[in-house]
């Protein structure tokens, strides 16, 4: 089964894009629900490191559910301005190993009414069995939680700091090395990318 959410964040998609690859962030949309701790040495980095990393779910910081493996990929098909984050993972311990199935994935373009905002996708596919309705009930409201304090940080995310490393859009770098012209909607491609066009206004992932 699905859960999708589909919205407007009020900041650039650079700005949300760092946002999705950060731990502190997922932590932040997750709290108070949801707490999150790292079972990988040296605790979170400041980005998901690509494939699996390995944390512990306690629901309201009380209720332990058990560890849980994200597995970070970006390396979906790539489509000129849209960028997929993919986590893969699955439970590996307690109550979270009753998730048999767990594919999450989020995107962000240009929204296609105000460049200057982000056109933010997310879709999770579930399946636990018999169980499987009862916990999408759960997913389906935990998600639009989620998605308001998304929609709540995002301006948050605008600010840049002056040390902030640049989101490397890797098209553009090739273009100006090569002195060609960039071919019709080819300039803004993004290193991390998939799904439909941004000018599609965001078709499903």
């Known amino acids: 089964m699905k859960v999708m959410l589909k919205l407007t964040l009020d900041c650039s998609v650079d700005a949300a894009w760092r946002a999705l690859q950060s731990p502190t962030v997922f ?33 309201l910081g009380l209720v332990p559910m058990g560890r849980q493996v994200i597995d970070i990929d970006r390396t979906r098909t790539q489509h000129p301005g849209v960028r997929i984050i993919h986590d893969k993972g699955y439970g590996a311990s307690g109550a979270l190993t009753l998730m048999k199935t767990w594919d999450h994935r989020m995107a962000v373009s240009a929204d296609p009414y105000d460049p200057s905002k982000t056109l933010y996708r997310d879709r999770l596919i579930i399946g636990a069995g018999a169980l499987t309705p009862a916990i999408w009930v759960s997913m389906w409201a935990f998600w639009q939680i989620r998605g308001i304090r998304l929609q709540q940080l995002a301006p948050t995310w605008s600010f840049e700091p002056k040390h902030a490393a640049p989101v490397v859009d890797e098209v553009a770098e090739e273009v100006a090395a090569s002195g060609r012209g960039a071919a019709p909607g080819e300039a803004g491609a993004a290193p991390f990318s998939g799904g439909a066009a941004a000018s599609s206004g965001g078709a499903a992932l």
């Open 27 to 59: 932590r932040e949309v997750s709290a108070p629900l949801l707490k999150v701790v790292s079972l990988e040495e040296g605790g979170f980095s400041t980005t998901w490191p690509e494939g699996k990393n390995r944390v512990e779910i306690e629901a």
